[in-house]
């Protein structure tokens, strides 16, 4: 079956500080640089490198960033861009931390905090059209290459944690209202196996290439009501 890994980017100074990033195009800190370095190791020490068949990315730089520092100096070295596979947008809240997001608009993060999947921010897109984005971006390339790829070959699909989160929501089965349950780590390999009509998971959150690296800051939206 084709494989399709699923790549949130390296770290951001946004990361850092846990600020709404959304469609904020905001490049790779120092730690998101050397975690993308890493990434490329990886690739070559889990034999994936070879099997590439093709690589997309969010058009959105700290995306863009990491798939070309993983994949310089290899024949993949020039992901396709498409705005399809953005993060989620949060509109008004973009660019703010948690608590200067309640301070300028407490109502609208009071409402966003429900999880509710029908829900959007002002400027914003609702968790189901999100979801809708990244699952019919996600079988477009599926179904683009299942026929004419090589037998046991991958697509490499550089994006966002939103869009993790969208993915391992739809192959688990859970529903797309309430806070995130899966870890997703920066430069984390999220594998799905395509067998010509939908996707199956196949393994989840790999980060072992930059365990030793300092820890990663850790957005857990199901803490947020107590704060």
């Not at 990361?15 to 070559?44: E, K, Y």
């Not at 683009?144 to 550089?158: D, I, R, T, W, Y």
Request: charge should be neutral; aromatic fraction near 8%; proline fraction near 5%.
């Amino acid at each position: 079956m084709l494989e399709v890994i699923l790549i949130r980017h390296g770290e951001t100074d946004a990361n850092r500080s846990l600020r709404f990033q959304g469609h904020a195009d905001i490049p790779l800190n120092a730690t998101g640089l050397l975690q993308s370095g890493r990434l490329a190791q990886a690739f070559r020490n889990n034999g994936i490198l070879h099997r590439v068949a093709a690589s997309y990315s969010s058009d959105l730089q700290r995306a863009v960033q990491t798939a070309q520092t993983s994949l310089q100096q290899t024949p993949h070295a020039a992901p396709m861009l498409q705005p399809a596979r953005r993060e989620q947008s949060f509109g008004v809240l973009e660019g703010l931390t948690f608590e200067e997001a309640r301070a300028a608009y407490p109502d609208d993060v009071e409402s966003w905090m429900q999880f509710s999947a029908d829900y959007a921010l002002p400027s914003g897109e609702s968790t189901r059209q999100f979801h809708e984005r990244v699952m019919g971006a996600l079988n477009d390339i599926a179904l683009a290459h299942h026929q004419k790829a090589p037998e046991n070959s991958c697509v490499l699909v550089f994006s966002h944690g939103g869009v993790v989160d969208m993915a391992w929501r739809h192959l688990t089965g859970q529903t797309l209202s309430g806070p995130r349950t899966c870890e997703i780590p920066n430069v984390g390999l999220n594998h799905m196996r395509w067998d010509g009509r939908r996707f199956h998971l196949h393994d989840w959150a790999d980060a072992r290439h930059v365990a030793d690296l300092p820890e990663q800051p850790r957005y857990d939206q199901r803490k947020l009501r107590g704060r």
